[in-house]
């Protein structure tokens, strides 16, 4: 169906197009005659509006950008809950991308970012050391960027909403110690990830505090429930010896506990099990798993708000916002 624009009015009506389109912003200086004239004649045709073009002359689009590193689980589906909850409050549109973890597909979605002219992003990043150039040119031309959950290294004068993966990794592992837990394995995820780094160096603070760290318990892995289960397989095929796995993220853990539970490993009296992302899915496994939750609609909302002061005024602080988590111990661990 052939899209009716304000030409198409102005031919009609043989007048300029300024006039009709003048009419249709109810401009005081058009007479009330030629409005209601221009009027009906937009409704014979079916004439709309277009707002994105209407918003491009005022020098905005009223979009967001999201992109996230994956969809697969419901860490990132409630962080964008949160996004949506305040871009749609504020009569922003949100258009969100999934990266699925691959740096290249993650740059093809900035560069779609860029042709659909977004106010500004919202993005966790697949990678901490890939596109950062993309960034700086992207910011540089006056877009509003905010980083949540896995930030740039390098992009400092960028605004953040992140959590202490560190420290709140370290009290996870001091927790499984003080259980008296004293051969714990851990699942480290990929170099790549900011968040993956950071959580294993609180691990490794906590076991060597307390005397217990021994490397041959650290499992480089991916990031799906199936690298999960090849790590459990990893440990015991090497022959080591582990009381607790302390996985990276949720997704991991869960595919270490199905795997323990088909070695025939009782959890929590031969195994300990504890993950870090606090979504929905640490509640419906069985043995219901221990968790770090990070306030995942609140890190949303709070970059959502980030953005649109960024975008109101680029001239705004770039601030960092660090949340506070929240240790949910459950029988997995034995509470």
């Known amino acids: 169906m052939k899209h009716v624009t304000i030409k198409d009015i ?40 277009n707002p994105v073009a209407m918003n491009l002359k005022m020098g905005r689009t009223n979009t967001i950008g999201v992109i996230v590193p994956e969809m697969h689980t419901p860490y990132a589906s409630q962080v ?5 909850s305040v871009l749609y409050k504020n009569n922003q549109k949100v258009m969100i991308a999934e990266s699925d973890e691959d740096p290249n597909r993650e740059h093809e979605s900035l560069l779609m970012m860029e042709e659909f002219m977004v106010d500004g992003l919202i993005v966790s990043m697949c990678s901490h050391k890939h596109n950062l150039e993309t ?30 993966d560190n420290n709140d990794s370290y009290f996870m592992a001091e927790h499984l110690v003080r259980l008296g837990r ?33 490397p041959q318990l650290v499992v480089k892995t991916g990031m799906t429930f199936a690298d999960g289960a090849a790590a459990v397989d990893d440990l015991v095929r090497r022959g080591v010896e582990f009381d607790a796995v302390y ?17 025939g490993r009782r959890i929590p009296e031969d195994v300990a099990v504890a993950g870090f992302s ?15 939750e990070p306030p995942l609609g609140e890190m949303g909302r709070r970059a959502a708000e980030l953005v ?6 680029p001239a705004a602080e770039n601030r960092r916002i660090v949340l506070r988590t929240e240790m949910k111990c459950r029988a997995s661990t034995g509470e």
Do not use: W
């Open 247 to 263: 996985a990276f993220t949720d997704t991991l853990a869960i595919g270490a506990m199905n795997r323990l539970r088909e070695l």
């Open 278 to 292: 606090g979504t929905e899915l640490s509640t419906i496994v069985y043995p219901k798993l221990t968790t770090v």
């Open 135 to 164: 960034y700086r040119r992207l910011a540089a031309a006056g877009m509003a960027i905010v980083f949540y959950d896995r930030i740039p290294h390098g992009l400092d004068d960028m605004p953040q909403v992140m959590i202490d």
């Open 308 to 313: 649109l002061e960024k975008v109101n005024n």
């Open 182 to 214: 004293r051969r714990i394995a851990y699942l480290y995820g990929p170099d790549d990830v900011y968040n993956a780094v950071e959580r294993a160096r609180g691990y490794h603070e906590a076991m060597k505090k307390f005397g217990v760290y021994d």
């Open 10 to 49: 102005a031919r009609e009506l043989c007048i300029s197009v300024s006039t009709v389109s003048r009419a249709l912003t109810d401009d005081k200086n058009i007479r009330r005659e030629t409005r209601e004239a221009v009027l009906r004649e937009a409704e014979r045709l079916g004439y709309r509006r």
């Open 80 to 84: 964008v809950a949160g996004i949506q």
